[in-house]
Each structure stands twice: as C-alpha cells, then as structure tokens.
C-alpha cells in the first residue's frame, strides 16, 4: 500500500484507538481530531489537531493547510462525530455516508420515521419528548 494514504478520525480517544491502530497497521497516515488536547489516539496518529469537531471549516482549512490529500474519514464508536465526518466527506467529495444519512443514523425520531413512514417497517410505538420539563402534578 502506497505510506501516501491519509485517512481523517474524527474524535481520538480511547474508543477510537483500535480503529487508528488497524489503520495504522493498514498502512495508511493518520490524521486524528478531538477537542481532548489528551486524547489517546494522538499519540499513534501522524498528525493530530485539537479542536472542536463540529468546526468543519476549521479542520478543512487545516487538512488543505498540510497539504493532506484524504482517503476518507471515519467516525468510530461516536454518533458525535458522524456528522462533521459525513460533512467533511461530502465537501472533499469523499465516498460514505452521507450528511442526511448520518443525521438519520444518530437522530432516534428520524431512524424510526424512516423506518416506518419511508420503508414500511412495524416498529414499537415511540414517543419524542423534546421538553425535559415532566409535571410533577
């Protein structure tokens, strides 16, 4: 395998790190995000950048920075990350998931709308509370 082969992790900590290390092993250059100034896949990866993963424009602006041309971007083990990864993906026109398709996978009331309303699918009935606030009458 080409050592030239960068792949982007969105969120590095210690959740993410088997995913880096099989990376690694793969042969491919790691560039690791996470706002954890001490997050454990950092130090496997061969660039790290600490900031917020939410702040796309920012990482991208530090990817094109290093002149790092990406083979993909993952998101392991964090719904967190799967949106700033989808969106990255979708800017650097990057095969995966997509922006929506991950909103879907990480939203609980769009996972099963889509699944009953879109694809048919008898699912438990559910109830979305968007209001904390439970009255204690």
């Known amino acids: 395998m ?60 530090y990817i094109k920075t290093e002149k790092i041309v990406l083979s993909g971007v993952i998101s392991l083990v964090s719904d967190a990350g799967q949106k700033p990864a989808a969106k990255i993906r979708e800017r650097l026109g990057l095969f995966g998931m997509t922006e929506n398709i991950a909103h879907v996978m990480t939203n609980k009331e769009a996972q099963r ?19 904390n606030r439970i009255p204690l009458n």
């Open 2 to 61: 080409n050592k030239k082969l960068w792949i982007l992790f969105i969120c590095a900590g210690r959740w993410q790190l088997d995913g880096i290390l099989q990376a690694k092993k793969m042969g491919y250059k790691i560039i690791a995000i996470d706002n954890d100034k001490h997050a454990k896949g950092f130090i496997f990866a061969d660039k790290h950048y600490v900031v917020d993963i939410y702040d796309t424009e920012k990482i991208i602006d």
């Open 113 to 131: 709308t889509a699944l009953q309303d879109k694809l048919g699918i008898n699912i438990p009935n559910f109830l979305i509370i968007k209001n």
